[in-house]
């Protein structure tokens, strides 16, 4: 069974930056694609940025182009989610998710295995 875990949510005010990381361990995929999705209170569920197994394919949500950077180390089984420029709409549990296979994947339903989430919130 894969096991997927957020850390580095928290508080942090306007304008500042934050790192999450999504450890991946268990009975782990060969290859995966890496994912960051995130949910705010009374809103659906919104895809924030993915990335290939190879690590050169990378996609975006329109809300944090430009200002968020997904990355991977995959000697090291995880997936990070470096955010700058944070503003408070950001606020939001953020998930992490993985998908079987090489290929970007970009959608909730290509993900198989999704962390519990980790809260952000952007506040002065």
């Known amino acids: 069974q894969v096991r997927v875990e957020e850390s580095g949510g928290g508080l942090v005010q306007p304008g500042n930056s934050l790192r999450l990381s999504c450890s991946v361990s268990?009975?782990?995929?060969?290859?995966?694609?890496g994912g960051w999705f995130r949910q705010a209170p009374g809103k659906e569920r919104e895809f924030v940025a993915a990335m290939d197994w190879s690590g050169r394919g990378t996609e975006y949500g329109e809300a944090v182009k430009g200002r968020f950077r997904i990355s991977r180390d995959n000697t090291k089984n995880m997936v990070y989610l470096q955010m700058n420029g944070l503003k408070p709409e950001d606020t939001a549990v953020y998930y992490c998710?993985?998908?079987?296979?090489?290929?970007?994947?970009?959608?909730?339903?290509?993900?198989?295995?999704w962390g519990q989430g980790t809260q952000v919130t952007v506040s002065s």
């Open positions: 268990g009975r782990t995929f060969i290859n995966y694609s």
């Open positions: 998710a993985i998908g079987r296979g090489w290929e970007l994947k970009t959608t909730a339903a290509e993900f198989g295995a």
